[in-house]
Nanobody, 127 residues
């Protein structure tokens, strides 16, 4: 069983930055590929990016590539989403998700079927 708790959301102006954190419980954090998803009002949940369980690979959605960076610290059981150059269209509830032994790229296809989810944290980018 893995429990995920996101933090770090808030209100930021266009062009600003935020760093989200996702703290995981459980002793097998390093076995899970960690992904970030987001859901804007009235829209489907979409994949943002993921980092593989080994940390060897990272994959991003085209819409955030070059602006967002995912990192993980297995010693702290935490994955981070550094968001730079934020745009109003980045406004959404951001969720982290965990799925065992999959690739970062496949995390996008797994989507809602990911094994564990956090409760989400709101990110609002003002224009």
């Amino acid at each position: 069983q893995v429990q995920l708790v996101e933090s770090g959301g808030g209100l930021v102006q266009t062009g600003g930055s935020l760093r989200l954190s996702c703290a995981a419980s459980g002793r097998t954090f390093s076995s899970y590929t960690m992904g970030w998803f987001r859901q804007a009002p009235g829209k489907e949940r979409e994949f943002v990016g993921a980092k593989s369980w080994s940390g060897a690979s990272t994959y991003y959605a085209y819409s955030v590539k070059g602006r967002f960076t995912i990192s993980r610290d297995n010693a702290k059981n935490t994955v981070y989403l550094q968001m730079n150059s934020l745009k109003p269209e980045d406004t959404a509830v951001y969720y982290c998700a965990a799925h065992p032994f999959t690739t970062a790229q496949r995390m996008g296809a797994i989507g809602k079927q990911a094994a564990y989810w956090g409760q989400g944290t709101q990110v609002t980018v003002s224009s």
